[in-house]
């Protein structure tokens, strides 16, 4: 069965970085484009960024555009999204996803904090 395991959240300071991890496993890793959401207390998941299955193409939200970095290891079935200069306003918890056969499937999801 599919499963996806986020790692690598925790408590930063305004301006500092993480990288976070998805391990993947349970598919066909390299043949599927993979995903970042995030969602913050109250509010809807919202896309951060995608990568297709060879990492040609990838798209940002507008909001973290030239401050996020996703990228993929299609050798270790590993996702990953380094985030740099992060803001407050990114404190959510970060989900990895892959939409396999009209099914999205999720991680249990890591928490990025970003406060002073």
């Not at 930063?12 to 991890?21: A, D, F, M, R, Y």
């Amino acid at each position: 069965q599919v499963q996806l395991v986020e790692s690598g959240g925790g408590l930063v300071q305004p301006g500092e970085s993480l990288k976070l991890s998805c391990a993947a496993s349970g598919f066909t890793f390299s043949t599927y484009a993979m995903s970042w959401y995030r969602q913050a207390p109250g509010k809807e998941r919202e896309l951060v960024a995608n990568i297709t299955r060879t990492g040609r193409s990838i798209n940002y939200a507008d909001s973290v555009e030239g401050r996020f970095t996703i990228s993929r290891d299609n050798a270790e079935n590993t996702l990953y999204l380094q985030m740099n200069s992060l803001k407050p306003e990114d404190t959510a918890v970060y989900f990895c996803n892959v939409r396999k056969w009209a099914i999205d499937y999720w991680g249990q999801g890591t928490q990025v904090t970003v406060s002073s």
